[in-house]
């Protein structure tokens, strides 16, 4: 099955700074990248997506990019608030559909 | 427009009593359905998913259990919890249509076990 690993697990940022949070994957017939914001105590919410047929997929302030060769996908926050401060969790669907989670990572944005 | 409801949010449990936890989805059929737990400051753990009525997989040995009595409807329960089993439970749900389609998270159902 698919294994969807994530890094780093806690990063820091000062208020203004870009954010990169890397995934990899092992399944090579995965089609589908999703990412999850989940601000504390509440639900995962997407925030933005990929698929394998793009490479790269922006949205004002967050963009992802994804290396299909290599397996691996990147959330890239740029000009960062302390609104961003929250978990975000990378996914890839396997080839069933079935979506794995990667483990997620703590974002802190510091004024 | 498609909607998942969750309920209760929150709710306290004696270690033994029993759990049901509820979810329902509107404006959609067939959906692909799901149950995840998080523990705190933890990772999104699947517990159980559903193809279908009837149609139940389970991820991760335990003591609970999930069943699907109508399309839209996902249950989760438990005949006597253990402490363990407190954390963050969410409900999700995708469009049975192709691969590659978006979860959607229901509110959550906060457990504390004591």
């Known amino acids: 099955g698919e294994n969807v690993e994530q890094h780093p697990s806690t990063l820091s940022v000062q208020e203004g700074d870009s954010a990169v949070i890397k995934c990899t994957y092992s399944?090579?017939?995965?089609?589908?990248f999703p990412w999850y914001k989940q601000e504390l105590g509440k639900r995962p919410q997407l925030i933005i997506d990929?698929?394998?047929?793009?490479g790269e997929k922006k949205d004002q302030r967050i963009a992802v990019t994804l290396n299909k060769t290599a397996k691996h996908f990147s959330l890239h926050i740029t000009e960062t608030q302390p609104e961003d401060s929250a978990v975000y969790f990378c996914?890839?669907?396997?080839?069933?559909?079935?979506?794995?989670f990667g483990a997620g990572t703590q974002v802190v944005v510091t004024p | 427009s498609q909607t998942i409801h969750q309920w209760p949010a929150t709710l306290v449990q004696p270690v033994g009593s029993p759990l049901s936890l509820e979810c329902t989805v509107e404006?959609?059929?067939?959906?692909?359905l799901y149950w995840y737990r998080q523990a705190a400051g933890r990772g999104l753990q699947l517990l159980f998913y559903?193809?279908?009525?009837?149609?139940i997989s389970s991820e991760v040995p335990q003591n609970l259990s999930a069943s699907r009595p109508q399309d839209r409807q996902f249950i989760l329960s438990s005949k006597k919890l253990l402490l363990s089993d407190s954390g963050f439970y969410l409900c999700?749900?995708?469009?049975?249509?192709?691969?590659?389609?978006?979860?959607?998270f229901g509110e959550g159902s906060w457990l504390t076990v004591v």
């Open positions: 996914a890839a669907t396997d080839s069933w559909g079935k979506f794995q």
């Open positions: 999700a749900w995708d469009p049975d249509d192709v691969s590659g389609n978006t979860i959607y």
């Open positions: 559903s193809v279908g009525i009837g149609q």
């Open positions: 399944d090579s017939a995965s089609n589908y």
């Open positions: 990929i698929r394998s047929n793009v």
């Open positions: 404006g959609t059929s067939n959906p692909n």
